[in-house]
């Protein structure tokens, strides 16, 4: 097994019709730019009623239509925001929590501490969460955590982190779940290594024709400019 291998997105998850909900963070291949992106998909009715909005740099899951909305505590939450140097991206309301344990001096994993998988038995949907610090010195580094359940009855939490120098070119992705199941089964091993393209529209593009049809739901990436801090961003709903 060629540990080192990196292969395109598509590949990543090719017959797989539901890996859930996603994160890619990396570096495009020519330097210059910190990337990530996030997806959700969605099986229910409730789950697939959505669509991601920015606002000021955040990324917000809402209710496509509202009167269909049910439930909307693990669906309805900040998926990507901004605090100083550090953006962060998350599969649910940890966002906040990182948010608010930076701006209490706490590290990315420290803030994570307070949380554990979802309440969403007996799937017990992992947390999956990244973020890109941004040096002054025109450099970054990137971090993922998943917390996830220790056994099928939820009994005890296991957290893994994962730190990354930034290569030319490459991306680590984790996603929620193995594959479709009921129960659902967990994320498995280390965050997958995927190609990051320079282009945006086309890495845009990779990511949303690979993912499931049936499933897909919406789609975020961002290119942020390493030296200057530029970013472009692009969104694509399947409920326009």
Same mark, same amino acid.
């Given at each position: ?5 990196? =292969? ?39 789950? =697939? ?192």
């Amino acid at each position: 097994m060629d540990v080192y291998k990196v =292969r395109k997105f598509g590949d990543a998850v090719e017959g797989n019709r539901y890996p859930g909900r996603g994160i890619v963070a990396g570096q495009s291949c020519d330097g210059t730019k910190a990337v990530i992106a996030y997806f959700i998909m969605g099986r229910s009715a409730n789950s =697939r009623n959505r669509v991601f909005v920015e606002r000021d740099g955040a990324v917000f899951t809402e209710p496509f239509d509202v009167s269909k909305l049910e439930d909307p505590s693990l669906i309805i939450y900040a998926a990507v925001r901004n605090f100083e140097n550090h953006l962060i991206v998350t599969n649910g309301d940890q966002t906040d929590t990182i948010y608010d344990g930076l701006a209490a001096g706490k590290s990315f994993y420290e803030a994570l501490e307070s949380r554990c998988f979802e309440p969403d038995a007996p799937n017990f949907t992992p947390r999956i969460s990244a973020e890109a610090v941004f040096g002054c010195d025109r450099t970054f580094k990137y971090r993922m955590s998943i917390l996830k359940s220790a056994d099928a009855e939820g009994s005890a939490c296991n957290r893994f982190g994962y730190d990354y120098a930034p290569v030319c070119g490459v991306g680590h992705f984790i996603h929620t779940y193995e594959h479709d199941g009921n129960p659902l089964p967990t994320f498995q091993g280390e965050p997958e290594r995927v190609e990051i393209p320079d282009d945006i529209d086309s890495f845009t593009e990779e990511i949303w024709n690979a993912l499931d049809e049936d499933n897909r739901i919406s789609l975020y990436v961002r290119y942020t400019d390493i030296a200057s801090g530029e970013s472009e961003s692009r969104l694509i709903n399947k409920h326009c």
